[in-house]
């Protein structure tokens, strides 16, 4: 347990604060019966996620340019929805699809636990979506942040560093005055290694029956809690 | 008056949302009875902000590489107090002055103006400050942002195109759907320039005694109001 408390706390958005599979299968599943079109939507939706770190390596590595997450998203999508052998989608259904990542549903203690939090520390998003994704997200569904630092605020990806110490350049923090929270021991250990605050809470439903990794803490982190909520009431928000 | 709606609204800040005059002018006079440093406090507050506009011209004209808003505050606030004669100050005094931006206090109409915008559009302030500065101005004195446009995310400042611009690209929005409001006619120039839509209401105070311009309208925009409320009115929000 730090001795201090931070001055802002940023989050993981992805599983972290939203559900992405059952809001995405549930969007998803609604349109196609709206609009006559069959096909196998959870799989297409895990296939998707499955797609989402190998597509952003690909930046990482340097072998595309900048991308936005929408435009990886997209390009995911088109080529899932031909494997999958999904028909009769037109351009504008694509389009809604994709934006599907717009419209991704808190968890129960997110909205609750993020205004507790907002009162007394600086909160935001520290997500791979860019700034119009977290920002429609956060109207949509009453995400209380401070600040938005979508990836495109600093050209970069988690977990690269330039993403964890961007946010503490922004707001002309020390990085040890910055906390991530985050559901992936992964993305703690990275925002760690730059001298953050870490904050673990497990989302054990996130990948359904395909969960099989992050259902604890597996690092030194400074706060392990139950949810958001928790964390409001250790850090006495 | 346009006949589509913005998506997004965005907002001058210094003058526009909060009044920096007398906030600072309060804010150092307090500073100094309690410091026991006697000085001509409005006359200081008076002179920074006239150093306000040339700093930035340095940097826009390329005479300075990029500086935050802060520390050209600062280079301003140090030639100042040795022009002034004020002695006694110390680092910490400076830091703490220096800082006086961002406390800055809303305009009485500001704070319900944004939260009826907010249920409606997507909102921001699109300022010259840096996103820290703007940051704890929010959280001071409750300013409902969605999203922090600071000057920093672009590396230019107002009314340098790459502002209005940035807004746009990183709300993934064409830039007629956005919206720039603001008690200043050349900003508004600048913005409608880029293509974006604009928004005047005056603030007849903001300078003092030493007010002499911006008492109305001068151009085409497309909402001339009253002040924040009265644009809520006239959005429908």
Same mark, same amino acid.
């Given at each position: 347990?730090?001795?201090?408390?931070?001055?802002?706390?940023?989050?993981?958005?992805?599983?972290?604060?939203?559900?992405?599979?059952?809001?995405?299968?549930?969007?998803?599943?609604?349109?196609?019966?709206?609009?006559?079109?069959?096909?196998?939507?959870?799989?297409?939706?895990?296939?998707?996620?499955?797609?989402?770190?190998?597509?952003?390596?690909?930046?990482?590595?340097?072998?595309?340019?900048?991308?936005?997450?929408?435009?990886?998203?997209?390009?995911?999508?088109?080529?899932?929805?031909?494997?999958?052998?999904?028909? &009769?989608?037109?351009?504008?259904?694509?389009?809604?699809?994709?934006?599907?990542?717009?419209?991704?549903?808190?968890?129960?203690?997110?909205?609750? &636990?993020?205004?507790?939090?907002?009162?007394?520390?600086?909160?935001?998003?520290?997500?791979?979506?860019?700034?119009?994704?977290?920002?429609?997200?956060?109207?949509?569904?009453?995400?209380?942040?401070?600040?938005?630092? &979508?990836?495109?605020?600093? &050209?970069?990806?988690?977990?690269?560093?330039?993403?964890?110490?961007?946010?503490?350049?922004?707001?002309?923090?020390?990085?040890?005055?910055?906390?991530?929270?985050?559901?992936?021991?992964?993305?703690?250990?990275?925002?760690?290694?730059?001298?953050?605050?870490?904050?673990?809470?497990?989302?054990?439903?996130?990948?359904?029956?395909?969960?099989?990794?992050?259902?604890?803490?597996?690092?030194?982190?400074?706060?392990?809690?139950?949810?958001?909520?928790?964390?409001?009431?250790?850090?006495?928000?």
């Amino acid at each position: 347990m730090a001795s201090t408390l931070p001055a802002a706390i940023v989050f993981d958005t992805f599983g972290t604060v939203v559900d992405w599979r059952t809001s995405l299968i549930d969007d998803l599943s609604a349109y196609g019966a709206q609009r006559g079109i069959s096909a196998d939507w959870p799989a297409l939706v895990d296939a998707w996620r499955a797609a989402y770190r190998p597509s952003m390596d690909r930046v990482r590595k340097g072998e595309l340019p900048w991308t936005r997450l929408d435009d990886l998203h997209r390009g995911s999508l088109d080529r899932l929805v031909a494997e999958h052998g999904i028909t &009769g989608l037109t351009e504008e259904d694509l389009v809604h699809i994709n934006l599907g990542w717009h419209r991704l549903r808190p968890w129960p203690d997110s909205v609750p &636990g993020l205004t507790r939090l907002k009162a007394r520390f600086i909160i935001g998003p520290l997500s791979n979506g860019n700034v119009s994704l977290l920002t429609n997200m956060a109207k949509h569904s009453g995400l209380p942040w401070d600040m938005i630092f &979508g990836s495109d605020l600093f &050209g970069h990806y988690k977990p690269d560093p330039e993403t964890y110490l961007g946010v503490a350049k922004l707001l002309d923090l020390p990085p040890g005055r910055v906390m991530m929270a985050a559901a992936h021991n992964d993305d703690l250990a990275a925002a760690r290694n730059c001298g953050l605050m870490t904050a673990f809470f497990p989302r054990i439903v996130e990948y359904g029956p395909l969960q099989n990794r992050d259902y604890a803490a597996d690092g030194p982190w400074d706060y392990v809690v139950r949810d958001i909520e928790d964390l409001a009431a250790q850090l006495g928000a």
